[in-house]
């Protein structure tokens, strides 16, 4: 059915919300004669306290509201929560969640902190796996910003297998849909602006103390490649060929040795991205996954509603049609009224849906309003 045709059907008294131009009902969206199934995500942080039926309960309001699949956090850079058989395990949590999941008809994919490893036994026996800035100090030793920046250099073999391992055990679950990347990166370089003073620091150029990866790997392979030592260059941050190689780095890694796995067992494979890619290192465009869930934290950029919409847009134009973009909104910083302005924003700039973070940020009158959201868009 067309969107012309939809409005005649239900007379214009009947069609509820249109957010410029964009109908919704029962999960679709209309649109310049075209329609858009729309799905939702939600990320669920760990939590091995509540009780079945409790997950249940939560599990009911969020397929009610208009949630289609669920992340549950399995790996969070010190601890499995799965039954792994390489990784230190805090508990078989995404055991349970799968079952109580499916039973309330949601999907499950499995977030996994991908880059980030805190395991003492890994960063104090091979120190040599961890990134190095450009003032050769490690992030075993000196991470940026936080303590738990301690990133794995993507270029290391060693550093691949380690994570490869966990792809794998995760895509032998049978009951798990997909496997979605988070911190599939390198750290900020530049820090989004309304965080700096957080962190005190002013990051008005590229510094050699968030510029990473400087380790002998990277810099050994760049010099086969190009014939340069990195910190050779007068600037090394802002040559091309070298931040390219940064950027291919962590492509290979996705789409050479972790996307293959996830097709082979017949699993879907996302990753949480950022808008300002550059100042990660990562050039998720290119990627070859089946979803992009771009964590546009308006509040992170001093952004607003049409912040929002425009870097959705930006993200929906670099994917051009090649799979579907689902708008990350920081629930926290956003009350049920404003949660619903930014799911039409992400709507109306194209996104297949949203995904929200977290769950248990959400209020009731945030499922609520969700919820009559959802309802508004027509059945197929």
């Known amino acids: 059915m067309k969107r012309s045709e939809f409005i005649k059907v239900l007379g214009l008294g009947a069609v509820g919300l249109m957010a410029n131009g964009v109908f919704l009902r029962h999960g679709l969206a209309y649109d310049n004669d075209q329609i858009r199934k729309i799905k939702n995500w939600a990320w669920i942080t760990t939590d091995l306290e509540i009780s079945d039926d409790d997950w249940l309960r939560k599990f009911s309001v969020m397929r009610n509201a208009g949630i289609d699949a669920v992340l549950p956090e399995i790996f969070n850079s010190r601890e499995a929560y799965y039954a792994s058989q390489h990784l230190p395990v805090g508990g078989e949590w995404l055991e349970r969640i799968l079952t109580l999941a499916k039973k309330e008809g949601l999907e499950a994919h499995a977030w996994m902190w991908s880059m980030p ?82 962190y005190n620091v002013v990051q008005d150029r590229e510094y050699p103390e968030f510029d990473y990866c400087y380790c002998e790997v990277c810099r050994s392979k760049f010099k086969e490649q190009t014939g340069i030592d990195p910190l050779e260059l007068e600037n090394p941050s802002q040559n091309e060929e070298w931040r ?137």
Request: aromatic share 12%; with cysteine; charged share 25%.
């Open 117 to 198: 490893c805190n395991i003492p036994e890994i960063y104090e026996k091979y120190p040599e796996w961890y990134i190095v800035n450009g003032n050769g100090e490690s992030s075993v030793v000196k991470p940026a910003y936080v303590d738990y920046y301690k990133f794995l250099c993507p270029s290391r073999e060693e550093v691949k297998e380690f994570i490869e391992k966990r792809v794998k055990e995760l895509a032998n679950y049978d009951e798990l849909d997909g496997i979605h990347l988070d911190y599939i990166r390198l750290p900020d370089v530049i820090i989004a602006e309304a965080l700096q003073p957080r």
């Open 244 to 380: 390219q190689f940064r950027y291919d780095s962590v492509t290979s890694l996705v789409n050479d040795r972790l996307v293959p796995i996830a097709k082979r067992h017949g699993k879907k494979i996302t990753a949480a991205v950022f808008p300002n890619w550059e100042a990660v290192r990562q050039q998720w465009m290119v990627w070859k996954l089946d979803a992009f869930l771009p964590m546009l934290y308006h509040n992170f950029y001093y952004g607003d509603m049409e912040w929002i919409e425009t870097q959705t847009q930006k993200g929906v134009a670099a994917l051009a049609g090649r799979a579907p973009l689902y708008t990350g909104l920081f629930v926290p910083e956003l009350n049920p009224d404003e949660l619903r302005q930014a799911v039409q924003a992400s709507l109306n700039a194209y996104a297949a849906g949203v995904s929200l973070f977290h769950a248990n940020a959400l209020s009731e009158d945030h499922w609520r309003n969700l919820s009559e959201i959802m309802r508004l868009a027509p059945q197929e």
